[in-house]
């Protein structure tokens, strides 16, 4: 969702707007993604803003080195692959490097291409953070009796008849709230991260 | 068991069903296993499905995160009044006092917001009770909140109106930035109607009018409230007094919390299109907002409903609203029209201006107590053919020629009544055709529907009669109105 507090410090020069918009979009979405990330890596929390911003500018460097194959959104699927690298790679650091010292080591640090292929393990990772940020977002835009529901039945795995008795509602809006909650999380997601990579 | 409608099934994952298409659902959903599997593989494939619960699960079994269970979201909010009160006030020698705030004796805790904390306390040289609001801990971290509250309270204090909130002062260089309001005895806007439900017309029309004078007040400044709502729009006790509370505040600080988590607090079911959009807003943005009270006022329950915030906030940029009069029958026409004109996607569709409502709702007043010295202003008028407007005394023909037509139609063939709307097919009848719509001004188009109505409502040959023959309905009414009126 875009702000009028939204930073667009980050702003890049491409041949076509539109691939300005989405990176413009790209960034009011991951940037909240990645103060999350940065703060669940063990950042102290005044080095936070800092280290966003190195990782926003890493991505936006790689950004320059951007040419269509000519598919569709193609620059849109790149950017989600480029920004996974680079969070990767930055997961992948001895936490004492990223004590915020910032400046071009640490750019050189996380800077990459997108030929760069990560592990399997990393890239699980990062799904795994994406799907508790994504989760989080969602959890907020729903009415507490709705997101029990979706917890209760489907994290906890009990019978939706139970739950429904609990709630004090039909089972029938189990099944439509926590498909409409899953739905919306994987939407989230794929603001991010391409939706064939998510599926596969 | 009723039978499967696939069609609803995507339309239930983005929220948008209707009430009714909603109560269908989700008493099929109840029964139908068909239904519920293939909702759930819409929704994403099993392995998707089995991936995030797993995350989910892991996340709260591993770190012990409480992120997503409900202690987590309302151990923050609700800080405890006591825990505040050390933290926050000096201590007080009064044996009345919880604590010292600057020259304020603090008496008790009156209230949480989502932006911070509401204290009742007493000026002892000034004499007075005061409320005070200070910005909730977590917010005042932030030094952009910080700014934002600062400079909207003072812009706010600027605004000396009966209908706005006063500030007395406002602090912004301690630990936790506050302001100082005179102590009011009164009950929210939302409150009252939680208390009775829907309102009578005339308080619609009253408080409406009031909430736009508050609003005026602060447009002609330059400021724009952003966050006009029943929870911020203040009655005051025994007096028949609208006050418009928290300037700017609640939603200036909506605004840094969520650049930094994403996420929003609070509802946006009052925010206007340009709002919901994250696009800049003026002053018409209040005016959206404005329509959407008086929409709640009147029918019990905002415009744009949803289950979660992002399905409303698509709801308000989208989807008009459903007609006001088809909810709330009992209203004249031209209160729908009023209100769908705040309601309006574009903002330079609207009224004009806060003071432009503010007059009309007046004038409304007006008429509805002495509908015979004071006319319904002309730009609130339910649009009718300009031979109609001609003369009062053509009042009692006009109601056999609108009955006449609401007979014809019923004979109309089916294919004539597709597609239909009034104007073609009043020509096919023996009343004088309507002339060509007015020029400019602000008259809403010759339509005897509210102008909001979208054309492809009317597609359905059935529902296009029904709606003509309670439009016919209300059209007789008010001509009878007119006839009775005394000369
Ligand atoms: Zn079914």
Not at chain 2, 87 to 111: H, M, Y
């Amino acid at each position: 969702m875009r702000t009028p507090e939204t930073r667009h410090s980050l702003i890049v020069r491409l041949k076509d707007q539109r691939n300005e918009l989405a990176w413009a979009e790209f960034v009011c979405a991951y940037e909240p993604f990645l103060v999350r990330l940065v703060r669940r890596q063990g950042t102290p929390d005044r080095h936070i803003p800092d280290i966003t911003q190195q990782l926003l500018i890493a991505i936006a460097r790689s950004v320059n080195g951007w040419s269509s194959d000519g598919r569709d959104a193609s620059f849109r699927r790149w950017l989600g692959r480029v920004a996974r690298n680079v969070v990767i790679k930055f997961m992948t650091r001895e936490k004492k490097q990223i004590t915020g010292q910032g400046g071009s080591d640490f750019l050189q640090l996380i800077e990459l291409t997108s030929d760069d292929t990560p592990d399997e393990a990393r890239s699980q990772q990062y799904e795994h953070e994406l799907i508790l940020w994504a989760a989080e977002l969602v959890r907020s835009e729903f009415r507490d009796t709705s997101w029990r529901a979706f917890w209760t039945t489907q994290v906890e795995g009990r019978a939706v008849a139970d739950v429904a008795r609990e709630l004090g509602v039909t089972s029938g809006s189990i099944y439509m709230s926590r498909s409409r909650i899953f739905a919306r999380i994987r939407a989230k997601i794929s603001e991010v991260l391409d939706d064939s990579e998510q599926q596969s | 068991m009723s039978s499967c409608d696939p069609s609803l099934l995507p339309l239930s994952l983005e929220d948008r069903l209707s009430d009714a298409q909603e109560e269908f659902l989700t008493a099929h959903l109840s029964q139908c296993e068909r239904c519920q599997r293939e909702l759930e593989h819409l929704a994403g494939q099993p392995q998707v499905w089995s991936r995030v619960s797993t995350a989910l699960k892991t996340a709260c079994a591993g770190s012990g995160e409480a992120i997503f269970t409900d202690e987590s979201h309302t151990t923050e909010e609700s800080e405890s009044a006591a825990d505040f009160a050390v933290e926050f006030l000096s201590p007080s020698t009064d044996t009345e006092s919880i604590g010292r705030l600057g020259d304020i004796e603090i008496l008790e805790v009156i209230g949480h917001g989502g932006m911070g904390i509401v204290l009742k306390g007493f000026q002892p040289e000034l004499k007075r009770l005061v409320a005070v609001k200070v910005l909730a801990p977590q917010l005042a971290v932030s030094a952009a909140a910080r700014r934002r509250f600062a400079r909207e309270a003072q812009a706010t204090a600027a605004i000396l109106h009966p209908n706005v909130m006063p500030i007395l002062t406002v602090h912004s260089t301690g630990k936790l930035p506050y302001l100082v309001m005179p102590y009011v005895q009164c009950e929210s806007l939302q409150q009252r109607i939680d208390r009775t439900g829907p309102l009578e017309l005339v308080d619609i029309l009253r408080i409406g009018m009031q909430t736009a004078n508050g609003l005026a007040a602060a447009h002609a400044q330059g400021l724009v409230h952003r966050d006009v709502k029943p929870a911020n729009i203040l009655l005051e006790i025994g007096v028949e007094r609208v006050m418009l509370t928290d300037f700017g505040l609640a939603r200036a600080i909506d605004d840094a919390s969520i650049t930094r988590t994403g996420i929003i607090a609070g509802t946006p079911q009052y925010m206007s299109p340009e709002q919901a959009r994250g696009e800049p807003v003026d002053s018409r943005s209040d005016l959206f907002s404005l329509g959407s009270v008086l929409y709640t006022l009147a029918t019990g329950r905002p415009p744009f409903r949803a289950e979660s915030t992002y399905a409303i906030l698509r709801r308000l940029t989208d989807e008009s609203p459903h007609p006001l009069r088809e909810i709330a029958p009992q209203y004249p026409a031209w209160l729908g029209v009023l209100i769908h004109k705040l309601l309006e996607k574009q903002p330079s569709d609207r009224w004009t201006s806060s003071t432009e409502v503010a007059q009309l709702l007046e004038q409304c007043v007006a008429h509805i107590q002495q509908p015979a010295v004071f006319p319904l202003p002309a730009a609130c008028q339910v649009a009718k053919p300009k031979w109609w407007r001609f003369s009062a005394a053509r009042a009692g023909v006009a109601v056999v020629v609108a009955l006449s037509l609401a007979m014809g139609m019923m004979f109309l063939p089916p294919l004539l009544r597709k597609n239909s709307r009034l104007e073609p097919t009043m020509a096919t009848t023996p009343a004088p055709a309507p002339p060509p719509s007015e020029s400019g001004g602000r008259q809403p188009p010759e339509s005897p529907t509210p102008p909001t109505a979208p054309t492809t409502e009317w597609n359905h040959g059935e529902e296009s009669l029904a709606r003509l023959r309670k439009d016919l309905d209300s059209w007789t009414r008010d001509a009878q109105q007119l006839w009775k009126t005394p000369k």
